[in-house]
């Protein structure tokens, strides 16, 4: 799986849009952009993946640079709870081998402040 | 519907015992993933369980075993504990057979090796 490097933390003020950025480089044109976080003592929580178009959901939306060389993650209206540490993840889709693995990076903590 | 369930959420034990751990996947996911977090090494898959066979595992020493049973529930063993493994044991179950990257996680089970 294609490494992935994020910024270590970033601040966002309350009902402000929060754009997460990552960074792919060595992705391959085979493998998706995946976004989960993680809120304090709390498993990972799936947000949205994508594959090279831009992608959106009830949650986040997902923009992807052409070359699908980066990513950025968008939390349209942060609120307190969106407080969390953001992992984005590259893999392969059905048909690879990566069955149940994910591999996370040391990923984003994004604070938001009221 | 219920999420995935692990039990327990806390347990203290110390070094050279053994332990299990249990996970509930969502109702109808076939798919159990394990995973091991630390403050040192993040996130780490251990190994992902369809339809009672193991088809993927991580890079962990033979101590930690796990299985499935017909109903789609998972354990998983540590034996032998060290200090080191203290840490926060999460099960994620998925929809399909299908390796879709998505993955839905539980609470986790905080163990603490004394």
């Known amino acids: 799986d294609a490494k992935t490097t994020q910024p270590p933390s970033m601040d966002c003020a309350e009902g402000r849009a929060a754009n997460l950025p990552c960074n792919h480089s060595?992705?391959?044109?085979?493998?998706?952009v995946y976004w989960y976080r993680q809120i304090h003592s709390q498993g990972p929580q799936y947000i949205i993946h994508?594959?090279?178009n831009n992608e959106t959901n009830e949650m986040a939306s997902l923009i992807i640079t052409e070359d699908r060389k980066s990513s950025t993650l968008i939390l349209p209206h942060a609120t307190l709870r969106d407080t969390a540490v953001y992992y984005c993840?590259?893999?392969?889709?059905?048909?690879?081998?990566?069955?149940?693995?994910?591999?996370f990076g040391q990923g984003t903590i994004l604070t938001v402040h009221p | 519907k219920a999420g995935v369930t692990q039990t327990p959420r806390y347990l203290i034990k110390t070094r050279g015992q053994q332990v299990t751990l249990s996970c509930s996947p969502i109702?109808?996911?076939?798919?159990v993933s394990w995973y091991q977090q630390t403050p040192g090494q993040g996130l780490q898959f251990l190994f992902e369980?369809?339809?009672?066979?193991?088809?993927n595992k991580g890079n962990f020493p033979g101590r930690f075993s796990g299985r499935q049973f017909s109903n789609s529930r998972s354990e998983m063993n540590v034996s032998t504990l060290e200090l080191g493994d203290s840490a926060l044991y999460l099960c994620?179950?998925?929809?399909?057979?299908?390796?879709?990257?998505?993955?839905?996680f539980g609470e986790g089970s905080r163990l603490t090796v004394l």
């Open positions: 994620a179950s998925s929809r399909t057979g299908v390796d879709t990257g998505e993955l839905f």
């Open positions: 060595t992705i391959s044109g085979n493998e998706y």
């Open positions: 994508g594959l090279k």
């Open positions: 993840i590259v893999r392969m889709n059905a048909g690879g081998t990566s069955y149940g693995k994910l591999t």
């Open positions: 109702s109808g996911h076939r798919s």
């Open positions: 369980y369809f339809s009672e066979t193991q088809r």
